[in-house]
């Protein structure tokens, strides 16, 4: 299969600090591979090459499309100005260095609306190509919400491999969420949203008031999908139970998993379905505010034992701060190796509550 390679060269006082903070990073959305002159990732659109020179870093990208290549190259030039907290030059060459149309757009069209619980709204969508979505590689797609009453003015991308957005009146509503099912042969996907957001945040906003007809964008899919396991613990809050219940329905029935999940209350509950061997446990806050409550820590402290002996992989969405603690947990263990546990901040709480911020996808904003 041809190869589609890009190259760019990062002219940096401290390239050093930035490959570290880069490399921190990535290391929760592919795999990082240190290497003498800097580190190798390996994802699932492709390979990065991160290496030292003497005035900066240079970059090489290969994948096996023109789409996956410019995915890749959005996620990189992303996060370099991210963490770079100074002015970078960044300019691509190689294949697609002239493309400025963004990678994996699609325009939706809502066809229906309605709440699965009292903080769970369900939204249904006419896309126009529902093939990308299929599969268990990557079940998260970013939603962008144009303002109500103007017409949408979507996103492109700059020479820098960064997404050029709409700005002022035009500015769009950026959310990552995760695709709950897909009808290929409609062409229809259905997102499961938390709308109990502090003060209505826009994504919130949008799920409650989602009219029959509305147009909004979509970027996917991106992030990570199901384990290739066959032994599971999963564990996460009401933003993960979408994701969770997509991947209990796709496990093979000669799979297991104990799963492990925090709502708010009894009326949050779900019906779960899976031909897997499947132990299901409901952990009620009654109150106590979302990301702060430690029982998933709790929980995994105590199954964390049982992960050598048994083989589980761990995964776990929550609050950004809370994925943090699990993953400290998980390295206190020597016999935890990084292949087997995947811990995702889904929101944080310096933001309205449930808003997702770390990009599920090599889309962000």
């Given at each position: 299969m041809t190869a589609f390679v890009t190259t760019t060269f990062l002219r940096f006082k401290n390239a050093e600090r930035l490959l570290a903070e880069l490399l921190t990073h990535f290391a929760e959305?592919?795999?990082?591979?240190?290497?003498?002159?800097?580190?190798?990732?390996?994802?699932?659109?492709?390979?990065?090459?991160?290496?030292?020179?003497?005035?900066?870093?240079?970059?090489?990208v290969s994948s096996r499309s023109a789409g996956a290549l410019a995915m890749i190259k959005v996620f990189i030039a992303e996060h370099v100005f991210q963490f770079a907290h100074e002015p970078v030059a960044m300019v691509w060459s190689g294949d697609g260095a002239d493309e400025r149309r963004l990678p994996n757009f699609q325009r939706l069209r809502v066809l229906a609306a309605s709440s699965v619980t009292p903080r769970m709204r369900r939204i249904t969508f006419q896309c126009e190509d529902a093939a990308p979505f299929v599969g268990e590689s990557h079940y998260h797609a970013r939603l962008l919400i144009p303002p109500q009453g103007r017409a949408p003015i979507w996103p492109s991308l700059a020479a820098s491999g960064r997404i050029i957005w709409p700005e002022g009146k035009d500015a769009l509503t950026s959310r990552v969420y995760s695709i709950r099912s897909v009808e290929p042969a409609r062409n229809i996907l259905t997102m499961d949203i938390v709308v109990h957001g502090q003060g209505g945040s826009p994504g919130a906003c949008f799920a409650k008031d989602a009219r029959e007809d509305a147009i909004v964008g979509v970027l996917g899919p991106g992030g990570g999908g199901r384990p290739d396991a066959g032994n599971l613990l999963l564990l996460g809050d009401e933003t993960a139970l979408p994701t969770i219940a997509r991947m209990l329905e796709n496990l093979p029935s000669t799979s297991s998993a104990d799963v492990f999940i925090e709502v708010e209350d009894e009326g949050e509950e779900q019906m779960l379905v899976s031909n897997a061997r499947v132990r299901i446990n409901w952990l009620h806050r009654h109150g106590v505010e979302p990301g702060r409550s430690a029982r998933l820590e709790q929980i995994l402290r105590e199954q964390a034992a049982r992960e050598a002996e048994a083989g589980r992989f761990v995964w776990a969405g929550c609050e950004r701060g809370q994925a943090e603690r699990l993953r400290n947990i998980l390295g206190e263990r020597s016999s935890m190796r990084r292949s087997s546990h995947h811990i995702m901040g889904f929101w944080t709480r310096q933001k309205a509550a449930y808003e997702p911020v770390e990009p599920a996808q090599p889309t962000s904003h």
């Amino acid at each position: 299969m041809t190869a589609f390679v890009t190259t760019t060269f990062l002219r940096f006082k401290n390239a050093e600090r930035l490959l570290a903070e880069l490399l921190t990073h990535f290391a929760e959305h592919a795999t990082v591979i240190r290497t003498d002159s800097g580190a190798r990732l390996h994802t699932s659109y492709g390979t990065v090459d991160i290496a030292r020179q003497q005035e900066g870093l240079s970059v090489g990208v290969s994948s096996r499309s023109a789409g996956a290549l410019a995915m890749i190259k959005v996620f990189i030039a992303e996060h370099v100005f991210q963490f770079a907290h100074e002015p970078v030059a960044m300019v691509w060459s190689g294949d697609g260095a002239d493309e400025r149309r963004l990678p994996n757009f699609q325009r939706l069209r809502v066809l229906a609306a309605s709440s699965v619980t009292p903080r769970m709204r369900r939204i249904t969508f006419q896309c126009e190509d529902a093939a990308p979505f299929v599969g268990e590689s990557h079940y998260h797609a970013r939603l962008l919400i144009p303002p109500q009453g103007r017409a949408p003015i979507w996103p492109s991308l700059a020479a820098s491999g960064r997404i050029i957005w709409p700005e002022g009146k035009d500015a769009l509503t950026s959310r990552v969420y995760s695709i709950r099912s897909v009808e290929p042969a409609r062409n229809i996907l259905t997102m499961d949203i938390v709308v109990h957001g502090q003060g209505g945040s826009p994504g919130a906003c949008f799920a409650k008031d989602a009219r029959e007809d509305a147009i909004v964008g979509v970027l996917g899919p991106g992030g990570g999908g199901r384990p290739d396991a066959g032994n599971l613990l999963l564990l996460g809050d009401e933003t993960a139970l979408p994701t969770i219940a997509r991947m209990l329905e796709n496990l093979p029935s000669t799979s297991s998993a104990d799963v492990f999940i925090e709502v708010e209350d009894e009326g949050e509950e779900q019906m779960l379905v899976s031909n897997a061997r499947v132990r299901i446990n409901w952990l009620h806050r009654h109150g106590v505010e979302p990301g702060r409550s430690a029982r998933l820590e709790q929980i995994l402290r105590e199954q964390a034992a049982r992960e050598a002996e048994a083989g589980r992989f761990v995964w776990a969405g929550c609050e950004r701060g809370q994925a943090e603690r699990l993953r400290n947990i998980l390295g206190e263990r020597s016999s935890m190796r990084r292949s087997s546990h995947h811990i995702m901040g889904f929101w944080t709480r310096q933001k309205a509550a449930y808003e997702p911020v770390e990009p599920a996808q090599p889309t962000s904003h």
